[in-house]
Nanobody, 118 residues
Framework: VQLQASGGGSVQPGGSLRLSCAASGVSLSDNAIGWFRQRPGREREALACISNVDGTTYVADSVKGRFTISRDNAKNTLYLQMNSLKSEDAAVYYC????????????WGKGTQVTVSS
């Protein structure tokens, strides 16, 4: 199983970014994949997950209304659309294969850095 997050970068407050998580060795149609972030000096935070069963999405209150999770099964890729970015969203963002949301994951991808500053 390999998960590769990409799409991070530097953006001004209020800006947008779309992160991608390309999966190989695992099918998004059969497995739930989630997004997480690690901010400096903070614990890892579970952000969003999409059910492989019925497409139900779970989004953390801290980003609800600004972040949207989606997937493209044909491309076997998960996305995280991040709008209205704030300085506190600066973090390393990861995707992971979910065993039990939000506490049990068994495969992690390398992270992608998001910087939000003016």
């Amino acid at each position: 199983v390999q998960l590769q997050a990409s799409g991070g970068g530097s953006v001004q407050p209020g800006g947008s970014l779309r992160l991608s998580c390309a999966a190989s060795g695992v099918s998004l149609s059969d497995n739930a994949i989630g997004w997480f972030r690690q901010r400096p000096g903070r614990e890892r935070e579970a952000l969003a997950c999409i059910s492989n069963v019925d497409g139900t999405t779970y989004v953390a209150d801290s980003v609800k209304g600004r972040f949207t999770i989606s997937r493209d099964n044909a491309k076997n890729t998960l996305y995280l659309q991040m709008n209205s970015l704030k300085s506190e969203d600066a973090a390393v963002y990861y995707c992971a294969k979910v065993v039990s949301w939000p506490r049990a994951m068994d495969y992690w991808g390398k992270g992608t850095q998001v910087t939000v500053s003016s």
